[in-house]
């Protein structure tokens, strides 16, 4: 456990972005819509917040996309476009002389800067910034310090006995609520440290891939149990009762009318074997729609 007099940075600044999220045909595609960043200082016992970033950001690839906090469109339409953003936040660290050396960058999870960022970045082909190349999961601090499961900012809260500020999954709402939780072990005296970094995380790809497996195993096993149902229609309804010893007679749909011997069926058993025989055409049906969905293939 850490001293809070030992922390090393000047500053921690907590960053939860929002994204838009549109279906495309390889999957889902996001787009930052929300860039919240707030600013402590770590030179006073209360943590105080010195300043706030925040801006909403037109999105240029989801258009439109669905946005958790339903942020209106017009509002997105009249915001600036990531790279004009991107610079307004240069400007804001500039003015505080919040650097990667004297400050922490904290996210609830890794996907803000191990996939959101990167993928605007690239998408504009803007440079990293070394002040979000290595940061602090607070997920990861939570549950080192308490020994809790902290799987998510409210189950953190919940634990730290603080209720949930504004709205959820509004960016600048849960960045003031990170900060919260950073307040909270700050003063039980755990001194931050950078947790993760932008590099693949070993750990999450070999889950990833274990993941994988198990779909394609369960899709497998779908996939056969599928085949293996339509495959109980593979008999034409006409057929089915042919072959069974127990009959001598059958009429034109192949219903057996008399038994071995000789007998004819009473009306109570030849209904019960018509009512075999239309479930049995049932599927018969579906089974020749296979049969011929896999020839159109």
Known sequence: MGNAHEQRYEYLCIVDFEASISKTQSGCSQ???????????????SLEVIDEFHTFIQPRRNLPGKNRQEIPQRVLDESPIFPEAWEMLLLFLERHKATESNTLAITCGDWDFRTMLPTEQTFYGISGLPLFERWC?????FKAFTGKKADSMVRMLNVIGQELIGTHHSGIDDARNIASIVRWLYQQRHAFRVTSDGSIDEQALQHQQVLQLEKAEWKRAT???????????ATPPQEMFQSDLYFSAWDDEGIPTHLADGTPLSKSAISKRKKLWRVQKSLHEKYLAWQDSKVEV
């Open 31 to 45: 787009e930052m819509i929300e860039f919240p960043l707030v600013l402590i200082s770590t030179t006073n016992t």
């Open 137 to 141: 999961n607070i997920k990861h601090a």
């Open 223 to 233: 996939e056969e149990a599928r085949i293996a149902k339509l495959s109980v229609g």
